[in-house]
């Protein structure tokens, strides 16, 4: 069918298709472009996400944290330097793990005094050299894939503690089925760790968006602030304002 090879030529070119730019474009209705969305994705030629399709799989599997580092280096960076101007001195704040949020621990420059809860290995080991910042690790079962701590222990901690900001790190991103993480352990940690902070802030690069995995932390209108590069869709970073969300593009 004619539609369906416009459909896949858009989703080459682009590589993710809203459901209202291909009414607009091919002038059908919003119950059609779905239909082809469907027809095209049992054939294997695409991936349905929220509101559109993708060329990627929007599931995500664990992979080792040495591997995600090298992925979206610069966007990285820049989120997290947005992220770092949020501390302020003599603050309490919780870090969970994860790439993007370990380059949140290189950014912070904070001269005051400052408290930092982390459930990272590597985020604790970024701060060790800062005098003026305490370091509460905690503790638990260690993941190797991502050197961070998840389990009982780790969140009976979390029962005593109260910060400011939790900066949140996460594997995918979905409009309807929220924030997640391929560790169900993981994503339950992160539950404890909202409830212990006041505002709950996630740094996530644009390819995160469109995504889901195994464990879900929560629903994304229960997030205060989501920090990503420019690579969003203007679309989507629509949608994720109308819930209510604060959106930071670097």
Known sequence: MKRHQLILDKLNHEHHVEVSDLCEELKVSA???????????????????????????????DRPINEKEKISVSEK?????KAAELIKDNDSIMIASGTTVQQLARSITNKGSLNVITSSLNVALELLNHQNIQVIQLGGNLRHSSSSVT??????ILEHISCSLLFLGVDGIDLDYGCTTTSLEEALLNQKMMEASQRTII????????????????????????????????????????LGVKLSIV
Do not use: M, W
């Open 31 to 61: 119950v059609t472009i779905r239909k082809d969305l469907k027809l095209l994705e049992d054939k294997g030629l695409l991936y349905r996400i929220h509101g559109g399709a993708s060329l990627e799989n929007p599931y995500i599997n």
């Open 77 to 81: 960076s820049d989120i997290s330097k």
């Open 151 to 156: 389990g009982h222990y780790a969140q009976h």
């Open 203 to 242: 740094l996530a690069d644009s390819s995160k968006f469109g995504k889901k995995s195994f464990g879900r932390i929560c629903g994304l209108e229960q997030v205060d602030q989501v920090i990503t590069d420019s690579g969003i869709s203007p679309n989507l970073a629509k949608k994720i304002k109308d």
